[in-house]
């Protein structure tokens, strides 16, 4: 009998298959908003070096209902993007290490500790309390 | 009281007598019981002789059985029908392999790229053999790919890896986490053949970090994890090698 073995395509919209395929696109497409805010604080910069008109219109745009909006927005996905990326985070190391398997969770929530650390100590260091 | 019946639905094709891929449903009896895989038997018995499938041990060692129940990759003698939703389960060959016949996948190119791996034992010329030959090793030092060693090439996980039908050629999850077994074996000094096609682009750098393969894997092997690590060994190894003046780079056996 002669072998004719069928072969399956991947759809187009794979990603829309299974949730753990969409959380996964919604992981990746949270680094696009990472990308943006990053682009979004050069452009601030670049205000602050034109002048101070140009700064204060920059800075005014965040009070913008539009803006408040989009800066939600970036703040959850970044959120989201270091949540995901700390998940990650233990499966680069070693399972085991002399001798001992290393717990993941501890890595998660050290990871958050230290972005909390640094946040609030950025926050105080720039004054953002007092204004 | 008896458990409701469930209806499986299972992808048919037969070379020759389907056109493509077609789906057929089947009531399972009232309160049946066992697993999806003894309920393919059932209904070949009972309804279709010409269904078909692979299996061996019936109980997650042989790696034969899988099958996409519901879109997920699964052992079907893993799965039991009392766990099975109420109503239509679809039954699937496992994605980004071709269709042999029914629910049988053709492996053969898939274990090719296993192969192209090396997973196996190259023996340091350093260490003192046992009585006959053996590669001796002390437990502790076989702790550190003691999870890694438990695969048993299911490939679970090349079908739940989207990377796998995206990527023409990726290594894939299994190929990658068999090197590092053996790479962090004490007794093996490999790595370097290893890395040609683990720290290609087409080895572990392909890998996106979706993490299906570990949530399929029926093993707990977390190849996932094992593909970033050897992403990490790939970068110290890179940076070693730009450090050390005249060096060609590549990790030796160590």
Redesign the interface.
Known sequence: ????????S?PRA??L??A??RR?MLR?ASSLAVAGWSLHLLWGVRCLGAGPEPFAAWLAGHTHPVGVALSSLSLGLLLLHAATWFV?T???????VA?RRVPALPMVVGAWAVTVAVTVALAWWIGAPDA | MTAPGRRLEVQR?V??RDD??RWQAWDLPAGFDGSLLDALAYLKDHEDPTLAWRWSCRMGICGSCGMMVD??PRLACEVFVRDLPVGTTRIAPL??L???RDLIV?QREIMARIARARPWLEPRPDLPKGPVGENLQPP?QG??F??LSHCIDCLLCYSAC?QV??TEDFLGPAAIAHALRYD?DSRDAGSQARNEAIQAPEGAWAC?????CS?ACPKAV?P??AI??Q??RGLVDWARAMLRPGGRGGREGE
């Open positions: 009998m002669s072998r004719e073995p069928y072969a399956p991947m794979w990603f298959r299974r753990s395929e996964y990746e990650i233990p499966k680069v190391l070693p399972q085991v001798g | 094709w070379p020759g493509a891929p879109d997920e994605t980004h071709p269709v042999e053709d502790a702790l550190p003691k999870d989207p039908g995206l962090l996106t970090v979706v993490g299906a949530t977390d996932a994890s970033q690590q992403k990490v």
